[in-house]
Structures are given as C-alpha cells and as structure tokens.
C-alpha cells in the first residue's frame, strides 16, 4: 500500500475503523486463536493471563499494555515468515466470514469515486495491513509491535490507537492534506474521538447505549449489518 504522500493531493479522503465497523467483531482474538492453533508450542505462556486481566480489571495496567500482554502470551517469538504467512490465510479463509455487508458497499462506493482509503485501527501491524492489503485500502494506520530482527517482541511500538490518539492520526492526516475533505466510519463512543473531528462522520452498527451518545454528540448513525 502507498503512502498518502505518494499520490496528487486527493479531493476526498475515506477513514474506516476496522472492529465493529467493518467487521462485526474483535479481530485480534481470532487472529491469535488462529495462530495458536497453528502454531501451539508457545501457548504454555496462557497460565499468565488471568493475571494480566485481573491488573487491567483493577486499573493496575493500560488497554494498550493488555494487548502487548495477550499477544506475547501466544506469540512471543514468532518468527517474521510464520506471522506473514498466518496473516494472508487468516484474511482469505477467517475475515470473509467477519465483514459487514454494509461496510463492503461503503468501501466500494468510495473507491469508485477515487477516494483515498485509510484503514484505522487499534489492532496490530502483525496483520491489519494486511486486512487492509485484502480490502483495497491505500493506508492502513494501527497499532504497531516490536521485532528483533526476525523474531516477534510484541511490545508496542507506537501509542493504542484507540480514542483520543485515533484524533492524532487524524490530525496527523490533515497536515499532509490539508485541502482535502475528510469522511470518517466507526461503531464505538471511543470512536467519538476522531469522528468529531472530520467533516461527514457516520457511526455504524452501534448499541442502544451509543446510538443515544452519538446522538446527544450530535453524530449520524447507520448500520452495516
């Protein structure tokens, strides 16, 4: 996928967050289930992780630490290879099943209209750019992990990037940009965030409960599914 700044300056650009928006579920845990399964010499290190639930439970840890946590708990030293291999079949035989037809339509209209696609997520670059590659998006900005050399760290590289640091990549987007005109999809109040902050947001496939906060925030809501 190529940079935004690697094309003429679009007259639209297209911001999809991926959980819950275009999928109708979590797709971290999927994707470490998958590798698990098919990788299972490292899943001896799951006796860790009611305790790392019971640290986040207690406020004793971050969202973004959990993560580097669950997934080093099956990962850790995976090897580059096997992780790329696992990320191209989760997307060909787990992800069709995962999509909103909605949110396909969605993709679809904005490329037909030459829009730049960005795919924003809080999961990780162990496989959303990937998901992203799959999709036909030019840019996937998420989550990223660490590596030495050819075997996996998992510990984050970059900010979760949930709530208000989805509003930087925003903003972020903007100054390389700054002419163009922004859409912006997401499902959850932590979306609120970035999706205030462009020109027409949409929240999609959203609760009871969020469907009345996107309205008091004064936030159009759809469905995908």
Known sequence: MSAVGEHKAPVRVAVFDLDGTITRRDTLLPFLAGYGG????G??????????????????SSRGWLKSQVIRQVMLGASRQSVVDWSEEFCHSRLPAMLNPGALAAIEQHRAAGDYLVLLSA????????????????EAICTGVSWKDDTLEARLTTQNRRGVEKRRC????????????FSAYGNATSDFDHLLAVDEPL?????????????????PCGDWR
């Open 38 to 41: 098919r990788y299972p010499a």
């Open 43 to 60: 899943l001896w290190r799951l006796w860790r992780l009611p305790f790392s639930l019971a640290a986040f439970a207690l406020g004793l």
């Open 123 to 138: 999961s990780v670059d162990l496989y959303v750019p990937a998901i992203g590659h799959y999709l036909g998006f030019d």
């Open 170 to 181: 925003i903003e972020a987007l903007r100054k390389r940009l700054p002419n163009a005109r």
């Open 203 to 219: 929240v999609v496939n959203a609760g009871s409960r969020t469907l009345r906060q996107a309205r008091v925030a004064g936030l």
